[in-house]
């Protein structure tokens, strides 16, 4: 009886520092309507971060991981990673007939999305991004990708890829670093077209990426070293892939994670599920048609979050209603943003 | 001519301020006697890290990677992983017949190294390792490195095996860290073996070791969610796979590299030819019969150091002599050593 006591009187204690800090870090997130889910986020960041409370979690373990496509950006009308694949067929099909004869190459180019999406994890698609990225050095890789980002533009909002970031999650990132965590992107995405621009978009650097890779090879040539992409040992890292990624990449389990979809269902189930430590697990819900897309519930959407969305009130992890939760999505829109506080950046 | 003058003059100005910058951190590497190894260690940090210098590299991309057997602890009698896994297969043959049965557990046992030491990566080591740590959760193989390293000791020095470091590393890590360098280590050994222990005994965290891996299998069972050890898609970290191994996990090329053996030889020419930032590369010679072990130019050793050593002077790669450069080898004679001074830890 006297411990159950004790154990309220802490809770009454938790609860009050974590309204204090809640009072203190507010404006952290201004993209963030006050609601549910940004109350959920500041306490538990303030529980991990107050020394002395049973839930205290020192700096090094404060592990965060997000996953890229429809949680930090978009990833409609297609995946950004893929409508560079199309643009780079499009663009070497001409002059490569190698490259133009392949089925995955043709459905592609028809817009055949049915034979694409075949598959576990769209095995189609894969193969599309594999044929434009094999072949190539990492750094001709990475100008190529720096080429397309600086022409290509997103068919809704007219910005490069880039910039088509989510102004809330570049707070919530900026918060977390803030609050001693270290941020991680845990992605389905390819890791060396994520790394080309992560680090300007989300101040994520290179060593903080973990995607799907397949091999390189180390070649000596006069002009110096350089490492080849091949399609060898591909690494899908989604569903469960993404805590193989992550035990592989960082060798520790997160204490947070967020996702959009059931790609994430894996990394928030090994996130939260009989953590040692307190954890915290988010799912961003795509339910604004209008400022974005409100497509997650599609059966046949590559951004599905049909299960995950399921189990989130048994695990207790945080639903984000982009439509209810955000004052803003982007940062353009910031402009035309009455409360006139842009947010930190890092 | 105009130009050339400035170059002298600039060549200069950065010598001074080398000079300068060496004076003011000696003592940051007490262990190492003053010599040109030394020298080049502490000119090439002043150089980087001397705003304004046409040598300066920002912070973010000071990536140093250190090999670890033979680098930063010691590889003889044998590898300690090596010596691990038999401890291991020692322990668990008795009750394990099928172990038993498997024709490189049978050479392991009987110590038929030759066996064990044929092809390009000793294969027959390989498998011995990969068969006492697959089937094995994550944390299931944490807790018998863990309980390993408790009661294992090494035959020369009589230490557990995570105290067998060497003492002038520690200090040079301590010295990149101040310096703003992002310490990795990049080693042929496993990366679940050396996570367990080189955040303590190194100050390098988990997400901060590339090794060899096999990929994990993420189960959901209902004790919670569990990692199991795989021997599928088995990735050594050596030789030309360093290289790899660092594009796959860091993401960026290191400006310094730390080796021992031709298996760093390709990690060395990555870090340092043709690489647009000045950049460094280091061979610890291993040339000490009394205080440590001379062996690396025995052609059959594993920490055969011939080619690389060989390419040294012209990459301009310092060569470290243990005998020489080192004051003091192990922490633990640090007692015995007259100087003094402890160096600093991280």
Do not use: C
Not at 28 to 51: C, H, M, R, Y
């Amino acid at each position: 009886m006297k411990r159950a006591l004790l154990s309220v009187l802490t809770l009454g204690l938790i609860l009050t520092f974590g309204g204090l800090a809640t009072a203190q870090t507010a404006d952290s997130l201004p993209s963030w309507n006050d609601g549910k889910a940004k109350q959920a986020i500041l306490e538990f960041v303030a529980k991990v971060t107050t020394e002395g409370s049973p839930d205290f979690v020192p700096p090094a373990k404060r592990i965060a991981t997000f996953d890229n496509d429809g949680t930090l950006w978009p990833e409609n009308p297609m995946p950004f990673q893929l409508i560079f694949a199309l643009d780079e067929l499009k663009r070497r099909v001409p002059s490569e007939p190698k490259l133009a004869a392949d089925p995955m190459a043709q459905a592609a180019l028809a817009g055949d999305l049915a034979t694409l999406l075949k598959g576990e994890h769209f095995d189609g698609l894969l193969r599309v991004i594999a044929l434009t990225h094999a072949g190539k050095t990492t750094d001709e890789f990475r100008s190529t990708v720096e080429a397309w980002l600086a022409s290509a533009r997103h068919p809704k909002y007219g910005k490069p890829y880039n910039q088509v970031i989510y102004q809330p999650m570049l707070e919530l990132l900026g918060y977390l670093r803030a609050n001693g965590f270290k941020t991680f992107i845990v992605s389905g995405g390819g890791a060396d077209f994520m790394r080309v621009w992560a680090e300007k978009a989300y101040g994520i650097p290179p060593e903080q990426v973990v995607g799907s890779t397949a091999r390189t090879k180390f070649e000596l040539r006069d002009s110096g070293p350089v490492l080849v992409k091949t399609r060898d040992y591909l690494f899908v890292d989604d569903k469960a892939g993404k805590p193989v990624g992550i035990h592989q990449f960082i060798g520790r389990r997160p204490i947070a994670a967020f996702g959009n979809s059931d790609g994430d269902h894996a990394m928030l189930q090994y996130t939260t599920i009989n953590n040692p430590h307190r954890s915290f697990g988010l799912i961003l819900h795509h339910t604004d048609d209008e400022r974005e897309y409100a497509y997650d519930a599609k059966p046949k959407s590559s951004g599905k979050l049909v299960n995950a969305l399921k189990e989130a009130p048994q695990r207790g992890w945080t639903v984000v209603s982009m439509k209810d939760d955000w004052k803003v999505v982007f940062p353009f829109e910031k402009r035309e943003d009455k409360t006139g506080d842009p947010g930190r950046r890092e």
